[in-house]
């Protein structure tokens, strides 16, 4: 009985340590994955994601036989297990934001009176990346960006982290600003005013945000409901 035990804890021990060789693998395979699909991705995204599918991974197929095979059952339901699981986990992360903010008891940055609240440009812009990144990671350089900035062609956002402008990458087609950008800028008279405008859903568009048709060559319609929800009455 002893001997049988003793066997059990040192066939334990070799699955602990293989799993753990093989979790590390995975996270490092991971990371190198999603750096290559969306380079712009948060750092510390990119680390949860490839822990948590190399921890998830790597203690399934450590398991016995026998309890692997009861997956089998749950094959045809993994998506919707897997999308429970990340809602649950995003809704945990929430959480915790939420408790280091009531801990936080720093004064606001000063905000003139009657203005809206300021948002960072990543938390309604969508997918943004400083000219750095554009530059290495779509080939657009630095000294393009910042022209067409100055020239109102492109859309560039300030944010309260830094000193240096981000880029929507949304309004990129084959590696200039779409069509359109420009003249949306000048009728808004403000380009965060324009993008705000072109990444909310609009009835004119089915409820689809206009940038959608704007990408898709629909120019002049997007421009006439600009000016239309700039320029009508009840405005």
């Given at each position: ?98 408790r280091r903010v009531e801990?936080f008891t720093a004064s ?128």
């Amino acid at each position: 009985m002893t001997t049988r035990r003793r066997l059990s804890r040192d066939i334990h021990k070799a699955k602990l340590a293989r799993r753990e060789d093989l979790e590390g693998q995975l996270v490092h395979l991971v990371e190198r994955a999603l750096k290559k699909h969306d380079p712009t991705a948060l750092p510390t995204s990119v680390r949860v994601a490839a822990r948590l599918t190399a921890v998830i991974a790597s203690q399934i197929v450590t398991q016995t036989q026998v309890v692997q095979r009861t997956l089998l059952t749950l094959e045809d339901d993994i998506s919707e297990y897997g999308t429970e699981f990340v809602s649950q986990l995003l809704r945990e992360g929430q959480k915790a934001k939420e408790r280091r903010v009531e801990r936080f008891t720093a004064s606001p940055p000063f905000a003139p009176a009657n203005s809206d609240p300021v948002q960072l440009a990543d938390d309604w812009a969508g997918p943004v990346a400083g000219p750095t990144a554009i530059e290495r990671y779509y080939g657009i350089p630095r000294s393009t960006l910042y022209r067409w900035q100055k020239l109102n062609e492109a859309v560039a956002l300030g944010t309260r982290t830094s000193s240096k402008p981000v880029f929507p990458l949304k309004q990129f087609v084959d590696g200039r600003p779409a069509a359109g950008i420009a003249e949306l800028i000048q009728i808004f008279g403000d380009a965060r005013k324009a993008w705000q405008w072109l990444v909310q859903p609009h009835h004119d568009f089915e409820g689809h945000p206009p940038l959608d048709a704007l990408i898709n060559g629909k120019i002049e319609q997007v421009l006439d409901s600009s000016r239309r929800d700039l320029f009508s009455p009840s405005c």
